[in-house]
T-cell receptor
Framework: DAGITQSPRYKITETGRQVTLMCHQTWSHSYMFWYRQDLGHGLRLIYYSAAADITDKGEVPDGYVVSRSKTENFPLTLESATRSQTSVYFC???????????FGPGTRLTVL | GESVGLHLPTLSVQEGDNSIINCAYSNSASDYFIWYKQESGKGPQFIIDIRSNMDKRQGQRVTVLLNKTVKHLSLQIAATQPGDSAVYFCAESGGSNYKLTFGKGTLLTVNP
């Protein structure tokens, strides 16, 4: 049971470049989430999706774009990366809400 | 505004002792609470959850207590082991039922 996976696990990019972080879950969960984790801020919600083709903004959506054409995938795109987007990004999923969200291993992104 | 916080940012215990990690929340509409464990370099891992119609819930070596009167949540870990060393987060959901609001975390260190 693969669960929820993220790729890449580590990424270094330059300011202004487009970056896409991938998230894949094998449970067919309806809900998927993207969080960023920074020291002093904890986990903050970027975007979430209630089902395929349904997405909505979270707490810190500026500079990010998401899509969800298939239930199992939820990519996060930084259209023009900035240094302030250096962070650890976590994807999570759950079948219903409110309920346990299951997290992926994270992607550590550094923007130079 | 809504917030979830922790009373103690760090906790150091001896192996075999019981650990108690506390969490305060301010949203009286919160109806679901969850504790996560996060080890270095990994994603948050579900420990235990509780809904607002309960005061106590037990798992394997862990107990969560909910005091709705004072809006307080605690995680008790029995016979703490070195493998329990990690950051522990509480999170709550209420009102907007898709969203978990996370506290900033408590670092638990278990000394052998």
């Amino acid at each position: 049971d693969a669960g929820i996976t993220q790729s890449p696990r580590y990424k270094i990019t330059e300011t202004g470049r487009q970056v896409t972080l991938m998230c894949h879950q094998t449970w067919s969960h309806s809900y998927m989430f993207w969080y960023r984790q920074d020291l002093g801020h904890g986990l903050r919600l970027i975007y979430y999706s209630a089902a395929a083709d349904i997405t909505d903004k979270g707490e810190v959506p500026d500079g990010y774009v998401v899509s969800r054409s298939k239930t199992e995938n939820f990519p996060l795109t930084l259209e023009s990366a900035t240094r302030s987007q250096t962070s650890v990004y976590f994807c999570a999923s759950t079948q219903s809400t409110p309920d346990t969200q299951y997290f992926g291993p994270g992607t550590r992104l550094t923007v130079l | 505004g809504e917030s979830v916080g922790l009373h103690l940012p760090t906790l150091s215990v001896q192996e075999g002792d019981n650990s108690i990690i506390n969490c305060a929340y301010s949203n009286s509409a919160s109806d679901y609470f969850i504790w996560y464990k996060q080890e270095s370099g990994k994603g948050p891992q579900f420990i235990i959850d509780i809904r607002s119609n309960m005061d106590k819930r037990q798992g394997q070596r862990v107990t969560v207590l909910l005091n709705k009167t004072v809006k307080h949540l605690s995680l008790q870990i029995a016979a703490t082991q070195p493998g329990d060393s990690a950051v522990y987060f509480c999170a709550e959901s209420g009102g907007s039922n898709y969203k978990l609001t996370f506290g900033k975390g408590t670092l638990l260190t278990v000394n052998p």
